[in-house]
């Protein structure tokens, strides 16, 4: 099997920095792992909260410790560090080479959304609190294995509020998905693109909020065994 992974990002409008962080990191036994965090409220502020709880995320998990331990420590670090007085949503996404399965951790009122050849297109929405305010908080632990035709999207929740204050409609990442991948589009590239696109559209493309959209799709194995990692960044 060969695992795509792409990620979309954009700041709210006339915001210089994202309130968003997404990092990535490879396990100590193999594997990959990336970490999604939404800081309380955006910009700067924001910034420094969301930067906080992955980097502490990011270190557990590269010292080989397990993702819902990651996700408590995160809490308990965010909680100490701010008194209890703020907050962050938490997504780890990580792939596992041994057991050739997936893991996503939630810390997120927005749901994770799965795409598999099987079941077709559900979501992950169990009731899930953010990290760093409820003292006693654990995150949302679905492992599933990784098959051929399998499609995952996670995301901050400036993707589902997209339309919130422009008067169109909200924006339905569920269905969006669904949609294009009715098409028989598997790229993950391709569909994070259509997404953020599709949601910006819904603000006249002056978001507000900042949005991070993580894709991963499962495909047959490639021709090579090389990893390769393509990004943009723009400037202003």
Known sequence: MEIQFAITKINKYASRESGDTIEMIERPHGGISFVLVDGQRSGRSAKIISNLVARKAIQLLSEG???????????????????????????????????????????????????????????????????????????????????????????????????????????????????????????????????????MAKDNNRPRDDISILVTSVYPKGLDNIRRLYATLPLS
């Not at 598999?116 to 006693?136: C, D, F, I, M, W």
């Open 65 to 199: 410790v397990r993702d819902g331990a990651a996700a408590r420590a995160a809490h308990d670090y965010l909680y100490t560090n701010r008194g209890g007085k703020v907050s962050a949503t938490l997504n780890i996404l990580s792939v596992d080479m041994d057991s050739k399965s997936v893991v996503i951790s939630r810390n997120n009122e927005a749901p994770v959304i799965i795409r598999t050849p099987e079941q077709g297109v559900y979501l992950l929405n169990e009731p899930s609190r953010a990290v760093g305010v409820h003292k006693n908080n654990k995150p949302n632990i679905t492992e599933m294995p990784l098959t051929v035709g399998t499609i995952i999207v996670m995301f901050t929740d400036g993707l589902r509020h997209a339309g919130n204050w422009s008067g169109s409609d909200l924006y339905n990442p569920a269905e969006a998905v669904e949609r294009i991948i009715a098409t028989g589009e598997r790229d993950a590239q391709v569909i994070a693109d259509l997404l953020i696109d599709e949601a």
